[in-house]
């Protein structure tokens, strides 16, 4: 289930600092919270799968200021929510529906149109291009002692850790066990530096890349994210070719 949202801002050009996911996934817990408290509390759980992805704030026009550490932008703003939980979905939306006055890092909003988006229906061998960047990490040791270490396409272990991530997704989303068909292949790649917390900090990527196998597989990486981290804004992706969303769809 994927959605694109669009905010009237009050103010204009509004200010959108490029380190925001976290504020973000603030105002999907609390909308969710909102709606579904007894599903808020199960998604800070870290046993349960979060099975939700969202993109990057994004604005119809943007003007960047060299040293700033956010662009201004003009026009509607607008992300894109996707899920592989209708409960998620539920409460999510039916909580922005509910209050559709946001405030994100001291800008206004109000939500002016949710759209939900119809689904490619064969995903293998299609081109996809991320909305969020992809991030893979594993554990590396370094000055004696494990520490995190963001992977990157050039390394054999970024995809073999997009494959296990997505076959636990297959696992949460069908309760089947989950196939190992899939290849992928990046076209183009540019990584991008990310303050997901206070001093923690991220590598990920924006792709371009071509999958193929299993569609069950590739449907859990396009409906809650590909890589980790999705539910803190990380592998939303979009087939290449598709319009932003903003003109298809249902309007809720």
Known sequence: MRFAIRLQPENEPFQVPFNHQHKLQGLIYRRIQRVNPHLSLRLHSPKMPKLFTFSLFMAERRELEKGKPYFFGHGRAYFYFSTASPEIAEAFIGGLLQKPEVELWGERFVVEEVKALAEPEKLSGRK??????????????????????D??????????????????????????????????????????????????????????????????????????GFGEKNSIGFGMVKVDGSKRGLSKGNRI
């Open 128 to 149: 996809f291009v991320t909305l969020s960047p992809i991030a893979v990490t594993t554990k590396r040791v370094q000055f004696g002692r494990p520490r995190s270490y």
């Open 151 to 224: 992977l990157s396409p050039t390394e054999p272990e970024f995809y073999e850790l997009i494959l296990e991530n997505l076959r636990e997704k297959y696992l949460a989303i069908y309760a089947e066990r989950p196939p190992e068909d899939f290849d992928m292949k990046v076209l183009n790649a540019k990584p991008k530096r990310f303050e997901v917390k206070p001093g923690i900090f991220q590598v990920a990527w924006h792709l371009v890349f071509r999958a193929k196998g299993d569609e069950g597989l590739l449907r859990a990486g396009y409906m809650a």
